[in-house]
């Protein structure tokens, strides 16, 4: 690890030095793929790159917001009241209106305590991949923060709420998108600003609404309503919202709401997550394999699969399916680390290598997920590699915020490994980032 990168990690996890008010981020590839293909044309109208990701907030209110100039966060909570592609581009175009006209960096400069800052780190922490898990409901969670010290950070004025819309309106009608569909958000939030502060959605909080800007964002998208979805947009918006309803919402909702003749994509989809959920294992299998039929090189349908045999504890049917969504999608480290999760499960000497291998890569491309660490350090221990096994354990306990064992284990693994090599370096880091938060409290 070079000597910048090992600084970037440092900071990384003294960004990440403090879990408070525990939330949770969503991560699912799916999901994440379907979110940045609505990104896509709005985040080139605002001129930011392909590489602003759209993070899925675990909370049921209703919310958006951005802390970087990397990421806009969405709460579940208010994805799944939107009804077309449409509206969750107009939340993208606003927070990604804020992010272009730096709204929030004038506030960052302002932040005078290390906790807030490290709970801002947390969140974006989550972001960069954390994914601590929960394989009862198949979409991974990530530990993240958020507090009434952020709200105040995050929170916009007047002004700053009016220069967004405007250009979010703008985007939007460069990328060919129904501006009217930003009036049908601020729709869905009429009434709260008669209600106390308590009562308001976080939204409410942070963006403040009132009549005048309402008028504003009718005004301004006069003469440009109208427009349909295109096949594509529409497509990867029911994809994504379906999935994360189907995880989110009870299974009974889910097959009430798509009823069981339905055989379209989508329906089939979302049964099949809701069978896995009861658990109806054979159900949920017989639409995922017709899936496969529909779409035989989709390496989503293949991990969900996978998902479906792992939790049925048919590890080596789950191996088979995970091993063909990798040959998919070879870049996409969540895939990845199932794979090795359900290689660990076999608890073979072979597989145990197999796992090491692909957890190893998995972890190239996401460095700060917890879960994929644990599996790791497993890995590791598995095949007598303590000094590994301990610097992995302390790197996602470090992420966790447990600094106290982040520094045990860093202080074994300094011990076990070879001044100077690899793990070595990463355990001196957590050692750093633990004794510094440990000072602190």
């Not at 692909?358 to 497993?378: E, G, K, Q, Y």
């Amino acid at each position: 690890m070079s000597v910048l990168a090992r600084l970037a990690a440092l900071v990384f996890f003294m960004l990440t030095a403090v879990a408070a008010q525990a939330q949770s981020i969503i991560r699912d590839a799916e999901i994440e793929r379907g979110l940045q293909a609505l990104a896509a044309p709005i985040l080139r109208a605002a001129g930011l790159p392909n590489t602003t990701r759209i993070i899925v907030v675990d909370d049921g209110s209703l919310n958006a917001f951005v802390v970087d100039y990397s990421h806009i966060f969405i709460h579940s909570g208010l994805l799944m009241r939107l009804e077309r592609p449409e509206e969750v581009q107009a939340i993208i175009a606003h927070e990604a209106a804020h992010i272009a006209n730096g709204h929030f960096t004038r506030r960052a400069t302002n932040v005078g305590t290390a906790s807030t800052v490290a709970r801002i780190g947390m969140l974006l922490g989550a972001a960069a991949g954390i994914a601590s898990g929960d394989a009862g409901a198949g979409i991974g969670l990530a530990t993240g923060a958020m507090s009434s010290a952020q709200r105040v950070l995050f929170a916009h004025t007047r002004a700053e709420e009016a220069s967004a819309d405007t250009a979010a309106i703008r985007y939007m009608i460069s990328a060919g998108v129904d501006p009217s569909a930003m009036a049908d958000v601020l729709e869905i939030f009429r009434g709260q600003e008669a209600l106390s502060a308590s009562r308001q959605d976080p939204y409410m909080l942070t963006h403040p609404l009132s009549r005048e800007r309402l008028r504003s964002v009718r005004a301004l998208i006069t003469g440009n309503e109208g427009g349909e979805s295109d096949n594509t947009t529409m497509y990867w918006f029911q994809r994504s919202i379906g999935k994360l309803t189907a995880f989110l919402r009870a299974p009974s909702w889910t097959l009430r709401r798509v009823g069981r003749n339905d055989n379209s994509e989508i329906a089939r989809m979302r049964r099949a997550i809701a069978y896995m959920r009861q658990p109806d294992d054979e159900r949920a299998l017989a639409e995922v394999n017709a899936l496969i039929q529909m779409r035989p090189e989709d390496p989503y349908y293949h991990e969900l699969r996978g998902q479906i045999l792992y939790e049925a504890r048919r590890y080596g049917n789950a191996v088979a399916a995970y091993a063909r969504a990798v040959e998919l999608a070879p870049r996409e480290p969540l895939i990845m680390a199932a794979y090795g999760r359900a290689l660990l499960a076999l608890e073979s000497a072979a597989s145990n290598s197999q796992a090491l291998e692909v957890l190893s890569r998995a972890r190239a491309r996401d460095p700060f997920n917890p879960r994929l660490l644990r599996d790791l350090a497993l890995a590791h221990a598995r095949l007598g590699q303590n000094g590994l096994a301990s610097a992995a354990t302390a790197e996602r306990y470090a992420l966790i915020g447990r600094f106290e064992d982040a520094r045990i284990h860093a202080t074994r693994a300094s011990g076990l490994l070879p001044q100077g090599s690899p793990g070595w370096l990463r355990a001196q880091d957590v050692l750093s980032v633990a004794e510094t938060a440990l000072n602190r409290r």
